[in-house]
């Protein structure tokens, strides 16, 4: 499992975008995406935990592009 943490967002974010990210890349259900999208936007970190390291790299490439800033977490 690979942790990705979503840590903060830029301006213009990409909100919509973000939410699809998750449910349609990830298959985390909408609400629950749409939560953590929620979340990010209060200021709050949010974890994401992905089965493989290279689905975990292009979901950070590309919620990266959309706005937020996230890394992996280092085990």
Do not use: Y
């Not at 909100?15 to 979340?39: A, C, F, P, V, Y």
């Not at 979901?59 to 992996?72: M, P, R, S, W």
């Amino acid at each position: 499992m690979i942790k990705v943490i979503m840590e903060s967002w830029r301006d213009g974010l990409q909100k919509i975008s973000l939410t699809k990210l998750q449910n349609e890349n990830l298959g985390i259900s909408l609400m629950n995406s749409k939560t953590n999208t929620d979340r990010l936007l209060d200021d709050c970190s949010v974890i994401l935990e992905i089965e493989d390291e290279k689905l975990a790299t292009a979901f950070l490439e590309e919620a990266n592009k959309i706005g937020v800033n996230c890394n992996i977490v280092p085990k």
